[in-house]
């Protein structure tokens, strides 16, 4: 196994369709729709560059283009914010741009499944050990999710996924792992399973879109078999990649949003909105009168 304890490179795969966001998704990917005043995108940028992350790469699809000119500098636009004397907003467009050259963006043609578009960064990688983080998952926490992964990394210099604890009647709509011995905030995963049938889960924890993975997964991806939903799964070739490293499930501690769906995504804004100083009160208001009384 690549003995490096380093984590430099994140994949964030943003291929999909977005189907559940049509018909915004027709035109807009749903990683540009705004949680209050950004978008779901740079929630999930801003955890992996917290964790250290110097290279960010992005496997993209058609109708995506968007995605890279929001990471590029809009030069007319910091040109008239100058002249005008807006600071506070250069200042915002300055904080979200990346460092130049430290971004990539790939395309995956079709959208084979998350399996394939993790695959589709095989070169860009190469041969150590990285980070994927779906962009549609939001995690809030104190300590982001990919620096809580990365102490568990650091310590086993394994494979570690982040995983959560679902009501067990809902066990069935998950990846879920089964889990051995424990080491910290980790445990051992001893098995995986996507979507169990109810009530056959081998425990509550579901993965909960967060990755930390040895290069040796491309071997597995590579061979581009067709799972669930006729989609090549990034969970089965985690599966093939069990028998010869371990894998350790870490317990995120913090608060999810998926945004991927609707729900979510309105829970997101309300939360978002809410821990905004400037917004808080007069969205707080907005939000009585519209509830009103029972
Ligand atoms: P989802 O299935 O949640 O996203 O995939 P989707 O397909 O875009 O959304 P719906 O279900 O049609 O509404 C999880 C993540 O994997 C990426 C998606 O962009 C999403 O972030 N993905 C999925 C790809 O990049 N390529 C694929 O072929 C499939």
Known sequence: MNETKTIRKAVFPVAGLGTRFLPATKAVPKEMLTVVDKPVIQYIVDEAREAGIEHFIF???R????????????????????????????????????????????RQQAPLGLGHAIWCARDIIGDEPFAVLLPDMIMRSKKGCLSQMLEVFRDTGDNVVAVE?????????????GVGKERGQAFEITEMVEKPPKGKAPSNFFIS???????????????????AGGEIQLTDAMKKLMARQKFWAMKYV???????????????????????????????????RLIGPK
């Open 59 to 61: 496997v993209t699809g």
């Open 63 to 106: 109708n995506k283009g968007v995605i890279e000119d929001y990471f590029d500098m809009a030069y007319e636009l910091e040109a008239t914010l100058k002249t005008r004397n807006k600071t506070a907003e250069l200042e915002i467009l300055d904080d979200q741009l990346p460092l130049a050259g430290s971004t990539t963006f790939t």
């Open 165 to 177: 604890e679902c009501p067990p009647e809902l066990a069935h709509q998950y990846g879920i792992v």
């Open 209 to 227: 879109g967060r990755y930390v993975l040895q290069p040796e997964i491309f071997r597995f991806l590579s061979m581009q078999e067709k799972g």
């Open 254 to 288: 913090g608060e999810t949003f998926d945004t991927g769906s609707k729900i979510g995504f309105l829970a997101a804004n309300v939360a978002y909105g809410l821990s905004r100083p400037d917004l808080e009160a007069g969205f707080r208001a907005e939000i009585e």
